[in-house]
């Protein structure tokens, strides 16, 4: 708001202000001053009253007259902003009192002690109970040939300082309200006669800005802003000369910034089929490689499937032939053993055709599961590799679709032979997780660890065929690594 405002207003602000600051001072050094005067005024006033009831009440404690002692109290309650009286023995113990109900009573309050003990007369400053009023305990020793025969206390009130003050400061607002009003005044006529040159100035300015660079009237007069309009004038004139030489130049660059804005826009469409191009071709390789993938691995379940029952049923008929001859040959030592070499030999090559069915696809993925498959295929990397495996799975039986279930066992499969060729681990956590949209694998070992430029190296190829994978079927694939602590392989796939 400050900003929007004219130089006339602010100055006229700015001196209205100073003038409001030196009259708040002066009243408040004012009202200080009148604080203090008053408060010792009715402090030594309550002083001589306090004194005058000791001095008065001698002869009634020591005929231990309390009707005389009580008149005395309430002639000193009749005084003006007198508030209470009290009359105490040597022992803080009340002899007379404004409030009969308090006579009797020892007082144990600092005030008391203080009184009871001083030697001469004094005050302090407090509020009656309650916070009502505040006044000023004075207090005096009653003393006979000295003797100290008590003390009396009286409370003073301090409103007539409030009273005087606040009549004061009616004053000073009053008085100060009508200085402001004229300072206000005085200060704007001033200010518009002051900075009249200065708003011609500004207007000339303002015309400038739009292309108007007229000169300014001409101000006679010796001081800065006298100064002030000649050198706006001889600004205005070298910027009109310099004006109509930049606008030639100007109209020459803009020829051929629109030339060059042509060559960039086509330069733009250019690569921008380049790049929609590339990004066609690089999601129909990705489309193929899917789709390869996918055939390769029906291939495998097929040629799986053809090896375990075709070669498997022949392979357990020929065993059974076998036995068969060994059953029949008789005593000759030589035949028996022969047919035993070949029963060894069929049950070898059973092993090596399951073996190779399983490689080629785990009939474990397509029977129990993802779960299954990943312990078998755990034990079957520690009998290997003789790094521990460890499997966590949540839920316990993992079933996924085919596609995702075997996107998993592959990219397994792959990060195991990752372990056994570089990690140097000793142990591996395989933890498997489902969510209510998602399907999560992390493979973690304790190896090495794999370094950033190894991860996003595009000659690790078997990374990238498992983040192919993956992103086949709409999920993610991370590899970390830290040098020392193993790496984490995370892959996440929509359920």
Sequence with gaps: MWAN???????????????LLLGAATGFAASVRQRATLEDQLCRRGLAITKDLAAFAVRP??????????????????????????????DAVVVMHSDLAQVGVRETDALSRTATTSAGAGFSRSE???GAEPVFNTFAPITAAGARLGTVVLGYSRTAVEVEIGRLHRQTLGIGAVAAVLAGGLA???????????????????????????????????????????TFNAMAEDLSRHRSHLEHLVAGRTAELREANARLEREIAERIRAETDLR??????RNLASHLESIREQERTDIAREIHDELGQALTALKFDV????????AEPHLVDKTRAM??????????????????????????????????????????????????????????????????FRIFQETL?????????????????QGPNRVEMTVTDDGSGITAEQASDAQSLGIVGMRERAYALGGTLDVRGESGRGTTVRVTLPC
Excluded at 13 to 18: D, F, T, W
Excluded at 344 to 366: F, G, H, N, Y
Aim: glycine share 6%.
């Design 417 to 433: 032979t990752n372990v056994a060729r570089h990690a140097v681990a000793s142990s591996v956590h395989v933890l498997l997780r």
């Design 323 to 330: 036995h068969w001859v060994g059953q029949r040959v008789g």
């Design 343 to 408: 029963s060894k030999a069929i049950d070898t090559t059973v092993q090596a055709v399951r073996r190779i069915a399983s490689e080629l696809r785990p009939k474990l993925l397509d029977d129990l599961g993802l779960s299954a498959a990943i312990e078998w295929q755990a034990h079957q990397f520690e009998e290997h590799s003789g790094i521990t495996c460890d499997i966590q799975s949540d839920p316990e039986d993992l079933v996924l679709d085919t596609a995702s279930s075997t996107a998993l």
């Design 188 to 230: 704007y006529l001033l200010a518009s006669y002051g900075l009249l040159p200065i708003t011609r100035i500004a207007e000339a300015m303002r015309t400038a800005s739009h292309g108007d660079l007229r000169p300014v009237p001409l101000v006679r007069r010796t001081d800065e802003i006298g100064t002030l309009t000649t």
């Design 280 to 285: 066609a071709s690089r999601q129909e390789l």
């Design 128 to 130: 009656l109970p309650g």
């Design 61 to 90: 404690l020591l005929a231990n007259d309390l009707a005389t002692l009580r008149r005395f109290v309430n002639h000193s309650m009749s005084q003006d902003y007198v508030r209470y009286v009290s009359v105490l023995d040597v």
């Design 5 to 19: 405002l004219g130089i006339r207003t602010k100055l006229a602000i700015l001196i209205e202000g100073a003038m």
